[in-house]
């Protein structure tokens, strides 16, 4: 049985700190109908922190495969980016003026680790077993994983295989992140009205052989070629989950970092697949770059952005020689500066000495940084965040706030 989800207006008011935008304070009931008839009350929040967020849904219901992403992709940055990421090409695709976002509560943590891995899942072929709508050969699809085997035979295990054996048949996949999205009817009841699929996939194959750590590259003309193959497949098998069978789908490509890497990688490309369609008919480039500063790809393909970071972290050297320096990240998407974050380490702990440095960076913020993309100034010691300095992209207003001890 679907759930079915009821909405009630109600008149709970959320109190507010000072710093929170404002906002339309009327919440929204919500009756989560679940199959054994019982009914839970929850909250569509009214809280948005823009017309470019999307509400969501109280009390927050994590996704159903919560876990298996920090199991599965190696690095932290690229986490984050991944799941900010595909919230933000979603909203080409769902209205956040009209729908609510929902972690996704389809794809399992026992369906992924079956599609990423070579396990079996008893529940998902219990499941599929239980339906008239599933055959033996789905089930065999469904167990079957994603990433290639080490050989054909699939007889070679991680402890047999050979380096070879990894350099023909390297992992590519490593996470499945799904997004659901949320309409009101007329009728006042919740339902999904779309989902967003974001595939992470590997820049460098890392493995254990020969007694060693190594390490295959994965250019990224092979990766979209083996990308686009698989989600292909993780459409045909979502279009075989009951509720995800017949709704708009858009399916990203994310290309992630090197475990080591202090920026994130970034998405490639994207499809968008009418309610019910089961095939894939083209891809969609997707021209996002995250850019460390100062680093030689910096260099070369954003110049001024490099000698801007360089030049305002030898302005703080002239007064405060004793900091360590200025780490930068630059997202782009076509090319064009989006968001700019700065990191400043100190070794300096007193609140006098923290005041003095935030009061001189915002100084030098107001005065050399343009208004035209979003700035966010993280000043840190080994603790914890001191202060931070921000500004959104179109506003002269510079917003600063230091922290406590």
């Not at 167990?143 to 992992?171: F, I, V």
Request: glycine residues 4%; hydrophobic residues 30%.
């Amino acid at each position: 049985m679907l759930k079915k989800i009821t909405v009630l207006l109600a008149s709970t008011i959320l109190i507010l700190s000072s710093c929170t935008p404002s906002i339309d304070n009327e919440d929204e009931v919500v009756q989560n109908e679940d199959e054994s008839q019982q009914q839970q009350q929850s909250i569509v929040s009214s809280q948005k922190l823009s017309e470019e967020n999307y509400r969501t849904i109280l009390p927050y219901r994590p996704s159903a495969s919560r876990g298996v992403i920090t199991n599965q992709m190696g690095n932290r940055v690229d986490i984050d980016e991944m799941e900010t990421g595909l919230r933000r090409l979603s909203k080409e695709h769902f209205d956040p003026e009209q729908l609510f976002f929902e972690e996704g509560q389809y794809l399992t943590s026992d369906m992924l680790y079956s599609w990423l891995d070579t396990d079996p899942t008893e529940e998902m072929i219990n499941a599929m077993q239980e339906s008239d709508d599933y055959n033996e050969e789905d089930i065999e699809n469904a167990q079957r994983a994603l990433n290639p085997p080490l050989d054909e035979e699939e007889s070679l295990t991680d402890e047999t295989a050979s380096k070879e054996d990894y350099e023909e048949n390297p992992k590519y996949l490593s996470h499945i992140l799904e997004h659901n999205f949320l309409k009101r009817n007329e009728d006042d009841s919740v339902e999904l009205a779309g989902a967003s699929i974001g595939i992470a996939l590997k820049s460098v194959f890392t493995y254990e052989a020969d007694g060693n750590t190594q390490h295959r590259d994965i250019p990224e003309s092979e990766m979209m070629e083996k990308g686009q193959e698989i989600a292909q497949t993780v459409l045909e098998r979502v279009r075989n989950i009951e509720e995800l069978s017949d709704v708009p789908i858009m399916i990203a490509l994310y290309r992630e970092e090197g475990q080591g890497s202090p920026v994130p990688g970034n998405f490639v490309a994207k499809t968008a697949i009418e309610s019910g369609q089961a095939s894939i008919d083209e891809w969609e480039t997707v021209n996002e770059e995250n850019i460390l500063f100062p680093s030689d790809e910096g260099e070369e393909k954003y110049y001024d952005t490099q000698q801007l970071v360089q030049n305002f972290s030898s302005r703080i050297e002239e007064y405060f020689p004793n900091y360590v320096g200025v780490v930068g990240e630059g997202f782009y998407i076509d090319e064009e500066l989006q968001q700019l974050t700065l990191e400043i380490p100190i070794e300096f702990y007193s609140e006098g000495e923290v005041l003095g440095f935030t009061q001189y960076t915002y100084g030098l913020v107001e005065e050399m940084f343009q208004d035209y993309y979003d700035l966010e100034v993280k000043i840190t010691s080994s603790e914890k965040l001191e202060s931070i300095i921000f500004r959104e992209a179109g506003s002269s207003e510079v917003n600063v706030q230091v922290f406590d001890s």
